[in-house]
């Protein structure tokens, strides 16, 4: 009786569904796994730990005072660390536990980060009055507050310094908010306009037509541009002046004193000295920065919205592209081509195209987008930019394109999946209604098989957001903090470099000088290029459930 309802529950498919169930568990498990892992390590990145300073006595040497931010602790063989040429005592236990020390003040130490032994530190404590100064070069800096300065005269000492400080740090980031305003919108308008009337003497110079009126009224438009540029120098100037007008002295864990311009600092803080509630708004301070501001200190500090704006932009840029020639070609392949053996083939041909390595579209792109479309292009339309390349050269417009053809196989296959699943009667009911097939087809077939093209355009998201390597040839640098799209004519440049949250991670990972300070950024931007992706997936997801609400299509 057992073996027979032993075979019952194999024939019934019981095994299958409970395989398959635990197949889904175990993924949803390994997913959400992975992700909790990128959030701890890249969100706490941005948490402000207690700063500690203690006593370091190394055994045979003189001891001395360190001072920073505990990021890692690592239990290590005794034999390893008296191999590596430590003098470690061979009496003790089989392991000794090791420190990763932010310790910062790189101008002073030669490094940000030094590994200690757990054992040699001695007497921590977290005084609150050390503080953690954020710079925009040269990272941070741990230290007490001696005084500050206006002019080389010292203004403030003591714990009256501290509140000196910060009112001046605020007085400093309104300056470089003005200069940063200054520097990049309105010179960066003037540079803009002048290298317009530029090409344009040039343009019409390669006419024949640059005559004494034509150059006359270049000239004056110039002059004009020129004054504006000199008021603006001026202002420039004067901001510079008032921004490194300020200092502090800070007195470092080894007793050294040194000066640091407030024109170089970001931000002040004594962590030790803050509440709970002073820690979270910190926090999130931390947070809105790294997702606004732009990068600095080889994009290992700063934020990375450049990065965003332009992988947003280039996915969407890209989606406009490869949807309607995705939906054209699935609709001929199954509407209106004969299925003979040459559509097989082709058919054959675009889910290969899908397997393809993107570098080989990367490669593609480069040879024939760059160099011979944008040099034609160059050729053509702007000869006054030679030898200067407009979009003979790697740019927004090519990397979205690229883009698209490298997803253009799961469009196509998406949208052709959709249409197959349409019943005949359907077709032949508006037919006999008297619609023609072109009518048919637009305001019947495609509306129902909407939701599939959408759910081709969700996976072409997904997979192009994440590219990299064809990306690095055709478009993305790793640093471009001026935005593509911006108040100068014509307002979206198409042959601009950009970024791209994946590259951006590829370069702090793999090409950063300092890795110990990069590593909490690949995890914060590998996260934050999930909730990017996540993000279009459900505006599209939103989309197709809405059209298929809407036609009642019979695809899911």
């Known amino acids: 009786m057992k073996q027979n309802n032993l075979k019952s529950w194999y024939k019934s498919g019981a095994p299958g569904v409970w395989m398959s169930g635990g197949a889904v568990a175990i993924a949803i498990i390994m997913t959400l796994g992975l992700l909790m892992v990128i959030a701890t390590r890249g969100l706490g990145h941005f948490w402000p730990a207690n700063v500690i300073e203690a006593d370091y006595s190394i055994p045979g040497q003189a001891p001395k005072v360190m001072a920073g931010e505990i990021t890692q602790t690592e239990e290590v063989p005794r034999a390893r660390l008296a191999a590596s040429g430590m003098p470690v005592a061979e009496e003790g236990g089989e ?16 490094a940000d980060f030094s590994w200690v032994i757990g054992e040699w530190l001695s007497n921590p404590r977290t005084p609150a009055e050390l503080m953690v100064v954020e710079r925009r070069e040269w990272g941070n800096m741990y230290g007490y507050l001696v005084n500050v300065k206006e002019n080389g005269q010292i203004v403030a000492e003591g714990e009256a310094a501290w509140a000196e400080l910060q009112k001046r740090i605020e007085r400093v980031d309104q300056l470089h908010a003005q200069l940063s305003r200054l520097e990049k919108k309105d010179i960066g308008r003037i540079n803009h306009s002048m290298e317009r009337i530029r090409l344009e003497g040039r343009k019409l110079e390669l006419q024949g037509k640059l005559d004494a009126a034509a150059q006359a009224g270049l000239d004056q438009r110039r002059a004009v541009l020129d004054a504006d540029y000199k008021v603006l120098e001026a202002q420039i100037v004067e901001l510079y002046q008032q921004f490194n007008r300020d200092s502090m ?17 970001v931000r002040a803080f004594r962590p030790n000295a803050m509440g709970p509630l002073d820690k979270v708004g910190f926090y999130g301070l931390k947070l809105w920065e790294f997702v606004s501001d732009e990068p600095r200190e080889a994009n290992t500090e700063g934020g990375i919205f450049p990065a965003i704006f332009g992988t947003v932009l280039m996915v969407m840029l890209m989606a406009v592209i490869v949807t309607p020639f995705g939906v054209i070609a699935a609709v001929y392949l199954r509407e209106y081509a004969h299925q003979g053996p040459l559509t097989r083939i082709i058919r054959i041909a675009v889910n290969n195209l899908a397997g393809v390595p993107s570098i080989v579209y990367g490669v ?5 987008f760059v160099y011979v479309l944008g040099g034609s292009i160059d050729s053509l339309f702007f000869p006054e930019s030679a030898p200067a390349p407009t979009f003979g050269t790697p740019g927004l417009m090519w990397a979205s394109l690229t883009l698209a053809i490298l997803t253009l196989p799961v469009v196509i296959v998406a949208t052709e999946e959709g249409l197959a699943r349409i019943p005949r009667a359907v077709r032949e009911g508006s037919l006999a209604l008297g619609a023609t097939k072109a009518e048919t087809l637009w305001k019947v077939v495609i509306p129902m098989a909407s939701p599939a093209m959408m759910t081709g355009l969700i996976l072409a998201v997904a997979r192009a957001a994440g590219e990299v390597a064809p990306l690095m040839l055709v478009g993305v640098v790793k640093l471009a903090p001026s935005l593509p799209l911006n108040g100068n004519y014509p307002y979206l ?15 702090v990972g793999f090409q950063s000088p300092n890795v110990e300070a990069a590593r909490p950024l690949v995890y ?33």
Do not use: C, P, W
């Not at 002295?249 to 600092?265: C, H, N």
């Not at 042959?495 to 991670?505: A, E, N, S, T, Y």
């Open 249 to 265: 002295t800070v007195r470092v864990s080894d007793g050294r004193e040194s000066d640091i311009v407030l024109g170089k600092v």
């Open 524 to 556: 914060a931007t590998a996260l934050l290029l999930v909730i990017v992706i996540a993000l279009l997936n459900l505006t599209a997801v939103y989309i197709r459930n809405h059209l298929r609400e809407k036609y009642k299509a019979l695809d899911h």
């Open 95 to 110: 392991f000794m536990t090791r420190q990763l020390l932010k310790v910062g003040n790189r101008e002073l130490f030669g």
């Open 364 to 368: 593609f792109g480069l040879g024939f």
């Open 493 to 507: 440049h198409l042959d601009q470099k950009i970024m791209h949250l994946g590259f951006h991670i590829y370069d």
